[in-house]
Structure formats: structure tokens, C-alpha cells
């Protein structure tokens, strides 16, 4: 990306388009609705509204704006702004942990991309077809049972995935985003109306919306927090990549709602969705990760029209994962393309490859490799538990303090077009409110 002539988004579409592409994926409806589960519900929902409005938003408009001044990749801009703000070069510290971040998460994100793409042809055969609850849970079983059938996707996926980076073709993916987001919408609508005649909707709505605050625990805060940052593309760098983008004219913050509310529906939607599914069968919210794989295809399978959804479905959710990947793979790429005498093709195979290589570890935990443990969680566990609750916190706490200590105030207040008063109250959120909420979500989170 860095290397290109740095032709600046069409338009503020597009450029929309291409920050949801990265930031709607498997985050909002797989993880969303798995943490939702194994988190008890609504607390956690609450607390996650909070964080992506108070400390999302700024963080997102942060990492925009930096990358929109320093017109490089997450190190190089973060390197270059220190360097000219007479600051010290270790805020390059920043990039290189949000490349490594997005390193680590492509290598299990590929393996539940994998999922999905495994239930997109058992749709096309109508695998689901009629299925009872205990059908879909051998069916899941069965897979994650299975580590050639896991090994088999999770290829198939970072092939996909490499191939596109390799080729680049991105920008033809991003405007296929203009039609799929709206189809994946609605589609969730309909699965969501599917809810609402199944008799247990209400259950489900007071599950993600009426809190038991006593259930409310440091771990669970943190985990909200992380599923905040991981659900926005946060603290990677991703969004300070395509910040560099961004055309002098385009509004940061309204764009940033834009991305956030078109998120946070598809995960709200998602949940709701769900839920009543997992009540009207009696399965449990706190399946893990299968969630919503032993949920919608019992749904399908027993609906009319149901294998056609579910075709539908499966499709549009690898298409998202898809979108998602690409930019977890670009900064990795990139930073390799650039700091090695590699081409961008080598660059990407072997980037491709190392990530692949992770991620087999990952799989592997679901089966042969589930009673190796570190710090008590098997290897899938640890790669996303490091990430989204320790790595992505911290990164994009390092963006929001480098953005609002070492940027020129009156510069920013231009850029974001606020009046004082208007800015006052950013300033107030984004130097104090949002670092300080980090912080606190993070040390009672770890202890
Ligand atoms: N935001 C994406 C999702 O919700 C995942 C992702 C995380 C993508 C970080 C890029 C960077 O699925
Ligand atoms: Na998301």
C-alpha cells in the first residue's frame, strides 16, 4: 500500500467501503456472539457499546488521523511524526506491535474463515437439511474432530486470501462490499425475523440487554474491551494504513460513526439472531467458538427456503471474513516488502506461509494438540486472548496518547473542523477519557 503513489480514496465511499470491509467480518458474528455467550449476556453487551463509543471512536479517528499525516505504513508514520514532533523513536514501537498483532490474529481468523467456507459447500449439499440439534453438534464435532478436514479450509482459505493480496485485487473486492453489506444485512433481518417466530425472542432480548451487573467482572470488562477493538480493526495499524488514504476533505468523524454504527448493527444483529435459537432448542449460550455453527445451520435446516439462506449465508460470511483477511495480511506483507529485499509477491507467499504455519497450531487445538496448555488455554485461546485483550488495548493506547500529546492541538481542531467547545469536549475524551478508561479496563482486567 505505502508504495503506491498514494492516490488519494475517490471518494468518501469509497473509502468507507474499504474501512468496513476491513472492520466487518467474522468479529461481529462469529466472535461477537460467542463472547456474548460466554460472557453471560447483556453486561457484556452494555460494557462493549460503551467502549466502541468512548474509547472506539476516538481511537479509530486517531489512528485515521495519524495515518493521514504521516502518508506511510504503521511504523514508518509513527517513526516519521515522533521523529518531527521531537519525540522519541520508540513510538515506532507502536506500528511494529500492530503489525505483529495483525500477524498473529490472521493465523486463527483464517481457521474459523475455514469454517465458514466448509459450510458453505455442506450448504450447497444440503448437509443441514432437516437436521435436529444433535445432528448440527455431530456435524461441528466432527469437523473440529477432524484435523486433516480443519487443516483442508484453513489452506483453502489462505490460499484465497494470498492469491487476492498476491494479485492485488482488492480494490475490485471493496466495491463487491457496496452490494454485499447491504445483502448480508438483510439476510440477518430475516434470520432475526426467524427469531422473533420462534417464541423465544423476548428471551433472547432480555439475555443481551437486560444486565445481571453482579456478573460483572474485571475479565469480563476486558473482554469487552478486546472484542471492541477487535470488531473495529483497532490497534493493528490497519485503519492508520488506510488513514493514509484519506483525502483532506473527508469528515473524520462522521465517517468514523458511519463505520462504527454499520459494525455494531451487523453484531447486534447477529446476536439477535442467534439467541433465540440457542433458547428455543435448549443449547447453551456459552457453546465457545462453534456458536453460531451449531445455531443458524439448525435454523436453516428446518426452515423453508432454509438451504438457500444458508447457502447465502455462509457465502456472504466468508466474503466478510474475506474482506477482513486482506487487511490483516496487507501490513504484514508490507513491512516485509519493505524492509527486506523480497518482492511483493515473495513477500506475500512467505507471509502467507508463516501465518499458515501459526494457524495449523491453532487448529490443532481443537483436536490432537487440546491438552497443550500455556497459562491454561490451548493455542487457539492464547493467540486471541493475547491479542484482542493485551496487544490491540495497548497498541491503540499508544496511538490515542501519541495523538493527543504530540500532535499540535489547533492543527487537529482544524483537521477534525470543530469549534473550541466542540473540541474542548474531544480533547477532554480523547486525552483523558478513552487512555484512562484503557488503562483501568486493562489492569482490573489482568488482575
Ligand atoms: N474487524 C474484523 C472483524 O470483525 C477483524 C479484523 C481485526 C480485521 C483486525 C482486521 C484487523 O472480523
Ligand atoms: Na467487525
Given at each position: 500500500?505505502?508504495?503506491?503513489?498514494?492516490?488519494?480514496?475517490?471518494?468518501?465511499?469509497?473509502?468507507?467501503?474499504?474501512a468496513?470491509?476491513?472492520?466487518?467480518?467474522?468479529?461481529?458474528?462469529?466472535?461477537?456472539?460467542?463472547?456474548?455467550?460466554?460472557?453471560?449476556?447483556?453486561?457484556?453487551?452494555?460494557?462493549?457499546l460503551?467502549?466502541?463509543?468512548?474509547?472506539?471512536?476516538?481511537?479509530?479517528v486517531?489512528?485515521?488521523?495519524?495515518?493521514?499525516?504521516?502518508?506511510?505504513?504503521?511504523?514508518?508514520?509513527?517513526?516519521?511524526?515522533?521523529?518531527?514532533?521531537?519525540?522519541s523513536?520508540?513510538?515506532?514501537?507502536?506500528?511494529?506491535?500492530?503489525?505483529?498483532?495483525?500477524?498473529?490474529?490472521?493465523?486463527?481468523?483464517?481457521?474459523?474463515?475455514?469454517?465458514?467456507?466448509?459450510?458453505?459447500?455442506?450448504?450447497?449439499?444440503?448437509?443441514?437439511?432437516?437436521?435436529?440439534?444433535?445432528g448440527?453438534?455431530?456435524?461441528?464435532?466432527?469437523?473440529?474432530?477432524?484435523?486433516?478436514?480443519?487443516?483442508?479450509?484453513?489452506?483453502?482459505?489462505?490460499?484465497?486470501?494470498?492469491?487476492?493480496?498476491?494479485?492485488?485485487v482488492?480494490?475490485?473486492?471493496?466495491?463487491?462490499?457496496?452490494?454485499?453489506?447491504?445483502?448480508?444485512?438483510?439476510?440477518?433481518?430475516?434470520?432475526?425475523?426467524?427469531?422473533?417466530?420462534?417464541?423465544?425472542?423476548?428471551?433472547?432480548?432480555?439475555?443481551?440487554?437486560?444486565?445481571?451487573?453482579?456478573?460483572?467482572?474485571g475479565?469480563?470488562?476486558?473482554?469487552?474491551?478486546?472484542?471492541?477493538?477487535?470488531?473495529?480493526?483497532?490497534?493493528?495499524?490497519?485503519m492508520?494504513?488506510?488513514?493514509?488514504?484519506?483525502?483532506?476533505?473527508?469528515?473524520?468523524?462522521?465517517?468514523?460513526?458511519?463505520?462504527?454504527?454499520l459494525d455494531?448493527?451487523?453484531a447486534?444483529l447477529?446476536?439477535?439472531?442467534?439467541?433465540?435459537?440457542?433458547?428455543?432448542?435448549?443449547?447453551?449460550?456459552?457453546?465457545?467458538?462453534g456458536?453460531?455453527?451449531?445455531?443458524?445451520?439448525?435454523?436453516?435446516?428446518?426452515?423453508?427456503?432454509?438451504?438457500?439462506?444458508?447457502?447465502?449465508?455462509?457465502?456472504?460470511?466468508?466474503f466478510?471474513?474475506?474482506?477482513?483477511?486482506?487487511?490483516?495480511?496487507?501490513?504484514?506483507v508490507?513491512?516485509l516488502?519493505?524492509?527486506?529485499?523480497?518482492?511483493?509477491?515473495v513477500?506475500?507467499?512467505?507471509?502467507?506461509?508463516?501465518?499458515?504455519?501459526?494457524?495449523?497450531?491453532?487448529?490443532?487445538?481443537?483436536?490432537?494438540?487440546?491438552?497443550?496448555?500455556?497459562?491454561?488455554?490451548?493455542?487457539?485461546?492464547?493467540?486471541?486472548?493475547?491479542?484482542?485483550?493485551?496487544?490491540?488495548?495497548?497498541?491503540?493506547?499508544?496511538?490515542?496518547?501519541f495523538?493527543?500529546?504530540?500532535?499540535?492541538?489547533?492543527?487537529?481542531?482544524?483537521?477534525?473542523?470543530?469549534?473550541?467547545?466542540?473540541?474542548?469536549?474531544?480533547?477532554?475524551?480523547?486525552?483523558?477519557?478513552?487512555?484512562?478508561?484503557?488503562?483501568?479496563?486493562?489492569?482490573?482486567?489482568?488482575?
Amino acid at each position: 500500500m505505502a508504495k503506491l503513489a498514494h492516490a488519494q480514496w475517490s471518494s468518501r465511499m469509497t473509502f468507507v467501503l474499504a474501512a468496513a470491509g476491513s472492520a466487518v467480518g467474522l468479529g461481529n458474528i462469529w466472535r461477537f456472539s460467542y463472547m456474548v455467550g460466554d460472557s453471560g449476556g447483556a453486561a457484556f453487551v452494555l460494557v462493549y457499546l460503551a467502549c466502541v463509543a468512548l474509547v472506539g471512536l476516538p481511537i479509530l479517528v486517531a489512528e485515521w488521523m495519524i495515518g493521514r499525516r504521516g502518508q506511510k505504513n504503521p511504523i514508518n508514520t509513527m517513526a516519521e511524526l515522533a521523529a518531527n514532533h521531537g519525540k522519541s523513536p520508540a513510538w515506532a514501537l507502536v506500528g511494529i506491535s500492530g503489525v505483529l498483532a495483525a500477524f498473529l490474529i490472521l493465523s486463527f481468523y483464517s481457521v474459523i474463515g475455514g469454517w465458514s467456507l466448509n459450510y458453505t459447500l455442506s450448504a450447497v449439499i444440503g448437509t443441514f437439511n432437516g437436521q435436529d440439534a444433535d445432528g448440527i453438534n455431530a456435524l461441528f464435532g466432527n469437523m473440529l474432530g477432524s484435523p486433516i478436514t480443519l487443516l483442508l479450509w484453513h489452506t483453502a482459505f489462505m490460499v484465497l486470501v494470498v492469491g487476492i493480496v498476491a494479485r492485488g485485487v482488492t480494490k475490485g473486492l471493496e466495491s463487491a462490499a457496496r452490494l454485499m453489506m447491504p445483502a448480508l444485512i438483510v439476510l440477518m433481518l430475516v434470520l432475526v425475523g426467524y427469531g422473533m417466530a420462534s417464541g423465544y425472542f423476548g428471551e433472547a432480548l432480555a439475555f443481551m440487554f437486560r444486565p445481571d451487573w453482579s456478573a460483572l467482572t474485571g475479565g469480563v470488562v476486558l473482554a469487552a474491551m478486546g472484542q471492541a477493538f477487535f470488531t473495529l480493526s483497532l490497534g493493528m495499524g490497519i485503519m492508520m494504513a488506510y488513514g493514509s488514504y484519506l483525502g483532506e476533505d473527508v469528515n473524520l468523524i462522521s465517517t468514523a460513526r458511519t463505520v462504527i454504527i454499520l459494525d455494531t448493527v451487523i453484531a447486534l444483529l447477529a446476536g439477535l439472531a442467534i439467541f433465540p435459537i440457542v433458547f428455543a432448542n435448549g443449547l447453551s449460550p456459552g457453546e465457545g467458538p462453534g456458536l453460531i455453527f451449531v445455531t443458524l445451520p439448525l435454523a436453516f435446516g428446518n426452515m423453508t427456503g432454509g438451504a438457500i439462506l444458508a447457502l447465502m449465508f455462509f457465502l456472504l460470511l466468508t466474503f466478510a471474513a474475506l474482506t477482513s483477511a486482506i487487511s490483516l495480511l496487507e501490513p504484514v506483507v508490507e513491512t516485509l516488502e519493505e524492509r527486506s529485499p523480497m518482492s511483493r509477491t515473495v513477500a506475500t507467499l512467505v507471509s502467507g506461509i508463516a501465518v499458515w504455519l501459526l494457524g495449523v497450531a491453532a487448529l490443532l487445538s481443537f483436536n490432537v494438540w487440546s491438552d497443550v496448555l500455556f497459562f491454561g488455554l490451548n493455542i487457539f485461546d492464547l493467540l486471541d486472548t493475547f491479542t484482542s485483550k493485551i496487544l490491540l488495548p495497548l497498541t491503540g493506547l499508544g496511538a490515542i496518547v501519541f495523538f493527543a500529546t504530540c500532535l499540535d492541538k489547533e492543527e487537529s481542531r482544524k483537521e477534525l473542523k470543530m469549534d473550541v467547545y466542540d473540541y474542548s469536549l474531544w480533547n477532554f475524551i480523547a486525552k483523558y477519557l478513552a487512555p484512562l478508561a484503557v488503562i483501568t479496563v486493562f489492569v482490573t482486567g489482568l488482575i
